[in-house]
């Protein structure tokens, strides 16, 4: 039982909640184009005033470890850490992909045991940075970069519906269009409400990270992009 806020800023979505009990109290968030260092701190700010409650009474800050952008990532980190490390309050660490998967099979309500969960983040040209999970939560694929291809997916999509979402999943629906077992859900944003399951189980099993060490999951080396013109 707790009070936690929660953090996400993995990708385009600037996302902040607070839970209490693993229920939400307040969330706020913005799906844009990486507003997160202009925001996050007002969001939340938001959050705690809505809930009418301080900082120092935060049990614990969860935050979406990655995969996902490097710059986001580093935002919601390094936010979180200063929060803990200030309060010193524990730091909790979320896998992005397992929010995602977490939320959506609490969303669709989905009891077919053969079905299975594929969240996906976009990274650079055809590649997603992407996972697999049943309707109980496991992850039966680990976190990867995967490059889709025509035969991505090939040996789970003969045996298994797959639903395909968030901001990744775009790059497989032409590439997929012939497979009756790929399905999509459209418009999925990361959000900091998918973490909040998560985080409280992981606040009453006490997996906290070291909060002078914690670094985020990027899953792969950061390339800088040329500006316009360049």
Known sequence: ????????????????????DGKIVSLKELDADYTHAENLTIFIE???NEA???LSALDAVAVSKGPGSYTGLRIG????????????????????????ASGIIEQTGVTDQ????????????????????DIHKNEIRPTAAEIIEPNSFEELLTSHPIYFFGDGSAKCKEVFAMNPNA????????????????????????QFEDVAYFEP?????????KKKGE
């Open 183 to 206: 399905r999509f859900i459209e418009k999925i944003s990361c959000s900091a409400k998918y973490m909040v399951p998560l985080s409280e189980a992981a606040f009453n099993k006490k």
């Open 114 to 133: 053969n079905i299975l969960f594929c969240p996906m983040i976009d990274a650079r040209r055809m590649e997603v940075f992407c996972a697999v999970y």
């Open 52 to 54: 009418g409650v301080k």
């Open 1 to 20: 039982m707790a009070l936690i806020l929660n953090v996400e800023t993995a990708t385009t979505s600037c996302s902040v909640s607070l839970a209490a």
């Open 46 to 48: 938001h959050v705690l």
């Open 77 to 100: 980190v390094s936010t979180a850490k200063g929060l803990c490390y200030s309060m010193n309050k524990p730091l909790i660490a979320i896998n992005t992909l397992h929010s995602m």
């Open 217 to 225: 999951f990027y899953l792969k080396d950061f390339v800088a992009g």
